[in-house]
């Protein structure tokens, strides 16, 4: 059983080492459920899916939550977990089975604390947003999110990462003739077309904007082309997909009106796949303005869409803090710093004992 009262270090090994993709989360959700029953007190706890929820009601006068995703990317040949000098490395270890056992620590060793605590452990964060099992959560449980500030487990080196930034998808299609290609004047190349789409995003100029004191850079980026019949043959159908994110200061439709406007006066077709609305930081509310305070001041910018988004979206403030470097969430030499383990639990500990 996963000792949740030891050390948070050998904790975050502990999950690291149980396999948990995006849709097999099983396994590790059991294990967080079962040590939770063993080794905590005072938690109604509760399993929904994937996801296991536990929550204390001692009549305190706030509600912190706390919430982390307990599934992974695909594994790329970094399971097990290893420590080399400073550094745990494994699939997870910051994005963010660290985040997970700080919490899980918490729950089982902060004595008497000054807020009422709930844990949210949820599945298929990684994976396209209608899948996320905090959404589910949102839809079925609503109550379990009721909070007054929530803080996910992201990583975030040890900084508060304040509110998150929009994204969007869309595919920007191109039609065209097919011809033979030794005879190509007979057709009308749509690859070809996608070269006026890819002009104007590599002479883009993203904003920058302040909100808080937090700077959110944007960005309009492709990141799939699909087009191509044979060797021989001149497409008549291509597309890109571009992938926008937008400060939290536009909505999802002031959004894709900007890809629009962008791409206007093209021969192109343009269908949103998917969006997702950011946050603002919310670093006013009290609750959060101690949290700030507790970790010394330090907030930046949080880059990338997180599930703050959903809290936002119910009017709860919302931070990301957790250990370990987001810039290496994902990659094949994922790490995270043992001591940025230890120090978020003392960080977490000292606000959540007020």
């Keep these: ?106 729950a089982a060793t902060v004595g008497e604390p000054a807020h009422d605590l709930t844990l949210v452990f949820y599945d298929c964060e990684e994976i396209d947003s209608a899948a996320n099992g905090l959404g589910r959560l949102e839809r079925e449980m609503p109550e379990w ?101 937008f400060a939290p200061d536009r909505s999802p439709q002031a959004a894709l009106r900007h890809v629009h406007e962008v791409l206007d006066g093209l021969d192109v077709r343009i269908e949103l796949t998917d969006s997702a609305a950011g946050a603002l930081p919310g670093l006013t509310a009290p609750p959060a303005k101690a949290l700030v305070e507790a970790a010394g001041g330090q907030v930046r910018a949080k880059y990338g869409w997180t599930d703050v988004s959903r809290f936002a979206a119910l009017g709860i403030p919302a931070l990301n803090y957790g250990p370990g470097d987001p810039n290496l969430a994902h990659k094949r030499d994922e790490r995270v710093p043992v001591a940025n383990i230890t120090a978020a639990v003392e960080m977490l500990r000292a606000y959540l004992s007020g």
């Design 1 to 106: 059983m996963l000792d949740l009262s030891g050390d948070p270090v050998a904790l975050t090994a502990a999950l690291v080492d149980i396999p948990s993709e995006s849709r097999d989360e099983g396994r590790i959700a059991d294990e967080v459920e079962a040590a939770l029953r063993a080794q905590t007190t005072g938690f109604e706890i509760v399993r929904n899916g994937n996801a296991v929820l536990a929550r204390t009601a001692l009549g305190l006068p706030s509600r912190v939550l706390l919430a982390g995703h307990l599934d992974t990317v695909p594994v790329a040949d970094n399971l097990p977990s290893r420590i080399e000098g400073d550094q745990m490395y494994g699939c997870g270890t910051a994005d963010m089975k660290s985040g997970d056992a700080v919490f899980l620590h918490l």
């Design 145 to 245: 999110l009721a909070a007054d500030v929530a803080i996910l487990g992201e990583p975030t080196a040890g900084f508060i990462e304040a509110g998150c930034q929009g994204t969007l998808r869309v595919v920007v299609s191109a039609a065209g003739t097919r011809a033979h290609s030794a005879r190509s004047w007979l057709g009308d190349n749509a690859i070809h077309k996608l070269g006026a789409v890819l002009d104007r995003l590599s002479s883009y100029t993203a904003r920058s904007v302040d909100i808080d004191g937090c700077v959110y850079r944007e960005g309009l980026s492709a990141v799939r082309v699909d087009g191509g019949v044979a060797g021989n043959v001149i497409p008549d159908a291509a597309s890109v997909t571009i992938n926008f994110r």
